[in-house]
């Protein structure tokens, strides 16, 4: 007997005063009369959802920003993602979070550490809160797994803000413990099924932009999770043949799957194609985060020409090929002849 | 002694002092202040001097902070250098390129160099500060009129013609025309530019105009021959100073080192700080916390180390790090290199986050 099930067999003990039956199946009945029916993830898919037409994008005054420090949108009842102010962190990552029958997953985290900088824990254990309300669900006896797509500041460095926090599970932050937490044993190219209790998500190895990375893809809403190895930005490619490998991945997986959404976890780039520097706080007119399978296709497509180090502009991404320590898009405004 | 009398007591300008007091706390008598109890007339200040006005950069510049919208430093950092010379710094967290503005007073009026990135008067007051300066200058002088002329380091520089909107239609007020043409005809170069000086007159200080494109086309520095400091803006800056035009910016370095053999100015102020306080280390474009900065004020001595390192990137597309400044010739103004400066300790600075 765990302390949840104790807890709760000593209430229903006070409250439902039955003779004649054994003690432990008074705590059964009791746990059963509070679950209530599971969600079902499996039918009428995609689940539909959607993304807002504008997501908090910073200020140009960055003390002046008004805005929340994460941008929270429920993409439907079951999904919310959230989004980092850039006025708090230029890199503004996004995180889904994905809810289950029996856990949560949290994707990514926001570029914080400290909760009094901003309390990303709050706000995670806020938005289960509301989900468990509105499902009838007691937030304590759902289990929240702490997960990144790679092994970056800006993805996991708020991963303390849940070292304590109860029926809580997050990756390590070494390349053998995240491989380790999904149970991978042949990193990338195996691909694993997590149950969040109803709601499978299908993780496999994604390296090209770091080592350490993953794809995730949530059978529910049916979107595809890429991650910094795709996003609508500048895609820094470290390692281009482990990337191209990776992209091949996800052509094979969208080949074979239904996929909605791809979405990665920055914009850096305008509705206009613009590139929004390395660093800027303020993207007014910035692109949305979605992208469409074809999209992915026409990168893949484009990256097959690829054959040099540079940067390349796929019409949605800038594939920025072995050029992160040596140059950028961006130039001199005022250099004149 | 009361807690509310403590933070009166002290009468004179302070660096980063609350503008909206007065020279005196109410009900003051008998002190110190420079205002005279009975003037008779305005004060005529001597900016004759044997070497350079004694000046001080005393306080540690605002840095911007971790977490951008907390921070609640001032919008304009306000350092007096001495009784007619101060420099306002924007807070890095309105702006990152946390530029510096001089203003410089005289005689017969004041000199305000640059004018900041920011042109919304609620995120960065900086017509609201000069106006409470110069009226507790004035005040001091028995000065009602301090007409107040504005100039630019560069017309064309954004991080530094933002603020001269704030300016528009405020009464005794002269403002430098941005447009390059207009700007030459008004300091009357013409035909002279680059190759002649201009100058400003405050009234017993004269502000010498030096041409110096090369960073911008329309480039100029100021000389201040009371506290003898040369203002270079975007031109020669302890950060990262992109050169516009390689042929210019030599030319310019050049006139600068003959300036300078001349006049033997005491210190350089730029624009903007972006090394850190270990050589050849930098802040990152659009950085919002910048607690290791290096010191604004430069030797007159980097000009040739200047010059010496700008002919070695002329011609070239390339970036160049030396420990107070680096040169970005023809790259990205994110450009990074592998090669670090030969017999330049190579440390790494603390890491705030």
Redesign the interface.
Known sequence: MDRRTFLSYNAAVAAIPVVGSALTTFGETATAATRPEPIDFTSNLPASGGFPDRWICGSPSCMDNTDPPVHVHWYNAHTAILRQNKAYSFEAPFAPLYFGNDRVLLLDEGFTQLRNDWDLRGIVDECIEDWCARNGRDPDRLELLVAFSHLHADHYAAVNQFADRPNTRYMGLTHEEMVGFWGMTNFPEERVTLDLGGRDILIWGSPGHVVSEFAYYDSYTQILYTGDMFYRGRCYITYWEPWYDSMKRLIDFVDTHPVTHVMGCHVEISKDDEDYPYGLTYQPNEAPVQMTVQQLREAFAYAQTITEPGIYFTGTVFLCNQTRSTTTIDTNPYRYA | MSQASTQNINPTFAGNGDLDLGYNPVGARNTDSAVPLHPKESVKHDYNTAGPAAGKLAFRWTYGS????????P?VQVVQYNEDTFVLRQ?V????EAPFTYLLFGNKGALLIDSGA?A?A???PLRDTVDKIIARWGQARERSKVPLTVALTSG??VAQNQGLVQFAGRPDTTIVPTPFDVMKQYYGFRKSWPSRRSAIDLGDRVIEVIPTPG???DGVTFYDPYCQILFTGDFLYPGKI?I??DRDYIVSLKTLKAFATDRSPKWILGGHVEMMFVPGKYY?????HKPYERILQMEPALIDEALQYAREVQGKDMMLIRPDFAL?N?????????VWPEGVPKINPPHP?
Do not use: I, L, M
Not at chain 2, 66 to 73: E, G, L, S
Not at chain 2, 93 to 96: D, F, I, K, L, S
Not at chain 2, 330 to 338: E, I, K, L, N, W
């Open positions: 971790n977490v951008a919208a907390k921070n609640r430093d919008r807070n967290c309105v702006h990152w920011t919304n609620q995120h960065y064309e520089d960073t911008h086309k992109n516009s035009n990152p474009r659009f950085a919002n970005f023809g790259v990205s103004p994110d450009q990074r290199t592998q986050f």
